[in-house]
């Protein structure tokens, strides 16, 4: 059985005594070898850290799941969050196996289906708010500090000590560092958190080296890269439709720390690595997580060289989430024929 992020990871997260131990088996998420693009990219050894299979599809359930255990040993008894999806799906689902009430402010558009979907199975009060996620986001941090609510967004200190967990499982399973991780930023909550994971890894002595993070925006949402906030994102990669991270700071000093990379891909370049990691790599994820593999061949194309290095790409969402644009792709014939084996003969060429 899978032991899960807080009994897996209790030495290292803010466990103590009094924290209840429960998992709806997050983690331990496979990290799979690239077949195609490692090649294009010219990296023998390139991965895919599969953080759709976690239990709700994200990497949002590693750190729920210790943001809402701390919420319960210090007497919460309400959760709320504001979310492009993800997150509202992990909080609704880990506030259900508790038993605690669960709110979540999503914005009125751009939420894919299989997330509220989620939200709304997993039984989660639904607030759609006229207006984008960061609007959604002003509303419930202002919220939780006149009311005792407890936020569940990436502001929550716990949610970064649970995903940084990944980058624990990286050098477990590489048996050090690898030299570059490239990973989507949204709200910048999760390159924020495996640097702070590669960092304690470093000082704990589980690698001596440690990678550059390299985080990509989407570009009608690259707030970091650009240097200001973006009143009105827009990205066909709806989880990173953020225009004011607010781990905009910490975000930075990952980059610095790291002598890593902050940029930006276009959608055009999301929907370029969203096809191929699912027709050469096997791998049906999101928009938002395939702009990861999208920087990585936007870099190489522009002449970094990983020759004899060792990548992973963060691949943070499953496809399922978004089936919408899956069917906004090239459509491909999907013809009806009577069942019977002499009509599918024909149509297959076996006549
Ligand atoms: C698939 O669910 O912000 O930079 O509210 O869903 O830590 O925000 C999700 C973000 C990457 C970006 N990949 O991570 C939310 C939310 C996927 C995501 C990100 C998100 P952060």
């Known amino acids: 059985m899978k032991r899960g ?21 997050e983690g331990d998420t496979p990290l799979v070898k690239s077949r195609y693009i490692g090649g294009e990219v010219g990296c023998e050894e ?30 919460g008894t309400r959760l709320v969050c504001a979310s492009t999806g993800n997150t509202s799906a992990s909080a609704a689902a880990y506030g259900a196996y508790c038993g605690i009430p669960t709110t979540v402010f999503v914005p009125n558009e751009n939420v894919a289906g299989g997330k509220l979907a989620q939200a709304i199975t997993y039984g989660a009060s639904i607030l759609r708010i006229k207006g984008n996620f960061d609007a959604a986001f002003r509303l419930v941090v202002e919220l939780t500090k006149k009311h005792p609510l407890v936020l569940v967004n990436s502001l929550n200190p716990y ?29 910048a909550g999760n390159i924020s958190a495996y640097w702070m994971g590669f960092k304690q890894a470093h000082q704990m002595e589980w690698t001596s080296s440690m990678p550059k993070m390299m985080g990509f925006e989407a570009e009608g949402a690259a707030a970091i890269v650009k240097g200001a906030p973006i009143e009105e994102p827009e990205t066909i990669a709806s989880g990173i439709r ?14 610095d720390e790291s002598g890593g990379a902050i940029d930006s891909v276009t959608d055009d370049e999301i929907m370029e ?41 963060i691949i943070t969402g499953t496809g399922l989430k978004d089936p919408d644009i899956a069917y906004s792709l090239e459509p491909v014939a999907m013809d009806e024929y009577p069942a019977k084996l002499s009509a599918v003969e024909k149509a297959l060429d076996l006549a």
């Open 5 to 25: 992020v807080l009994e897996r990871f209790k030495e290292y997260l803010p466990v103590t005594d009094n924290t209840p131990m429960f998992s709806l088996g």
């Open 159 to 187: 949610r970064l000590e649970g995903q940084k967990t990944a980058a624990f499982e990286i050098i477990e399973e590489l048996e050090s560092a690898p030299d570059y991780v490239f990973i989507p930023v949204g709200n």
């Open 46 to 75: 390139l991965y895919f850290k599969l953080e759709g299979c976690n239990p709700t599809g994200s990497f949002k359930d590693r750190g729920m799941v210790v943001a809402v255990a701390k919420a319960i040993e210090e007497g």
């Open 242 to 255: 953020v225009g004011n991270p607010a781990n905009w700071d910490k975000a930075l000093v990952a980059r």
């Open 273 to 313: 690595a969203y096809e191929l990691m699912a027709r050469r790599e096997g791998i049906f994820c999101e928009p938002a997580s395939a702009a990861s593999v999208a920087g990585l061949l936007k870099l190489s194309r522009n002449g970094l060289h990983l020759n004899g290095g060792k990548a992973v790409c």
